[in-house]
Structures are given as structure tokens and as C-alpha cells.
């Protein structure tokens, strides 16, 4: 079955720019999404189609591909983007939604 | 604005059975796709199952395959999850959520809040 590999965490400083990584092969094939999830919330999507961005979705989130690696950018952090980040795809090989384990984002 | 509304989940045996229901709002539900994503205590993202909007094509988690059930009433714009043969690692929050491009490069795009299904004995 598919997998997807993303950091358990990743830590930055206000303002300043933060990087996570999806990782999965031949992941260049396939469309990534992501979303964010605050504690005691429901997940949003943040992220759709590697780089599109949904409706109120700030502009500081970004997303890109390179690779077997797709990237989720946060310029500019902030206290409330602290929160769970999980990237997922559709594996038509299986047909089954994969989610990647998630990164926690914490903003020192 | 879209809004999903999950039943309440419940405590319920091990070998048991419970039914979660999604009621939708917002949107023209006959025209989406629909998922149910579930996360267990302090664990990550996993999918449970997806159901289209038009042949009503079905698809589930190997975790879940022959036990669970999606169905969805478009006259009640209401989506549905028949949970048989419970197991402790069932054990999550039942999120129910509309599908964008289904059986292509599907994804979540509005989310309920959310509903927690607990088995135990």
C-alpha cells in the first residue's frame, strides 16, 4: 500500500518561515493535499492540487512539489498556525485516500 | 456555507454495532461525493470510506472492508456509516466530509466537527 512520510515535528520562531515535507514515491504522479488541524478541531484544508490555495486560506500557506517530496510553506508563522499538518493523495493503484502520520508545528 | 452535523457517537461493546449519520446543509448534497475520515486518541488522520454522488460507487479502508457500510439518502441530504463487528481499535472521532474529485485525485474539502465512537467493555 501507499505511504506517506512526513517529519513528526517541526518547530519555528515567530515570523519566520516554516518548511514540511511529504514524502512518497513517484509522489511527482500524484495531486497532494493539506490540511491543518488545531487541538480539539476538525481538520481544514489548506492546500489542494500541490499549490492551490481554498477560499480563506491565507496567503502565507504555499505548497510545492519536487521529487518524490511535496513541501508545505508557512511564511510569516504565527502563534495560531501552531497545529497538526497532515498531507494526503489518491492511490489509484488501491483505490484508497492515504494520509501521511501528520507534523506538528510548534511556534516557540 | 456548507455544514455537517454528525450524529452522537457512544460507547459501545466489543462485537457490537452503531450507526453514524452526517445531515447536510449548505450545499446541493445530491451533486457531492462524501467520505468519512476517522482519527483514533492522540493518533493521526485515517479514511474510513467514500461514496459517490451519482452511481453511488463505494469504496473502504481495508481496516473496515466488510464491516462497515456507506450509504447516503439524497431526499434526507443525509450520509450514513453502519459500524458491525466493533473492535477496541475502532475506537476514534468519526469525522464525515464532502469529496471533491472523486476517484481521481479525491480530497476533503468541508469537514464536520466530529463524532466519538468508543469501544469497550
Known amino acids: 500500500s501507499y505511504v506517506l512520510t512526513q517529519p513528526p515535528s517541526v518547530s519555528v520562531a515567530p515570523g519566520k518561515t516554516a518548511k514540511m515535507t511529504c514524502g512518497g514515491n513517484?509522489?511527482?504522479?500524484?495531486?497532494v493535499h493539506w490540511y491543518q488541524q488545531k487541538p480539539g478541531q476538525a481538520p481544514v484544508l489548506v492546500i489542494y492540487?500541490?499549490?492551490d490555495r481554498p477560499s480563506g486560506s491565507p496567503e502565507r500557506f504555499s505548497g510545492s512539489k519536487s521529487g518524490n517530496t511535496a513541501t508545505l510553506t508557512i511564511s510569516r508563522v504565527e502563534a495560531g498556525d501552531e497545529a497538526d499538518y497532515y498531507c494526503?493523495?489518491?492511490?489509484?493503484?488501491?483505490?484508497?485516500?492515504?494520509f501521511g502520520g501528520g507534523t506538528k508545528l510548534t511556534v516557540l | 456555507e456548507v455544514r455537517l452535523v454528525e450524529s452522537e457517537g457512544g460507547l459501545v461493546q466489543p462485537g457490537g454495532s452503531l450507526r453514524l449519520s452526517c445531515a447536510a446543509s449548505?450545499?446541493?448534497?445530491?451533486?457531492?461525493?462524501m467520505g468519512w475520515v476517522r482519527q483514533a486518541p492522540g493518533k493521526g488522520l485515517e479514511w474510513v470510506s467514500g461514496?459517490?454522488?451519482?452511481?453511488?460507487?463505494?469504496y473502504y479502508a481495508d481496516s473496515v472492508k466488510g464491516r462497515f457500510t456507506i450509504s447516503r439518502d439524497n431526499s434526507k441530504n443525509t450520509l450514513y456509516l453502519q459500524m458491525n463487528s466493533l473492535r477496541a481499535d475502532d475506537t476514534a472521532m468519526y469525522y464525515c466530509?464532502?469529496?471533491?474529485?472523486?476517484?481521481?485525485?479525491?480530497?476533503?474539502?468541508?469537514w464536520g466537527q466530529g463524532t466519538l465512537v468508543t469501544v469497550s467493555s
Open positions: 449548505g450545499l446541493t448534497f445530491s451533486g457531492y461525493a
Open positions: 492540487y500541490d499549490r
Open positions: 513517484n509522489i511527482a504522479r500524484k495531486s
Open positions: 461514496i459517490g454522488s451519482i452511481q453511488y460507487t463505494t
Open positions: 494526503q493523495v489518491w492511490d489509484s493503484s488501491s483505490d484508497h485516500v492515504v
Open positions: 466530509a464532502t469529496v471533491k474529485d472523486w476517484l481521481i485525485n479525491t480530497y476533503f474539502d468541508s
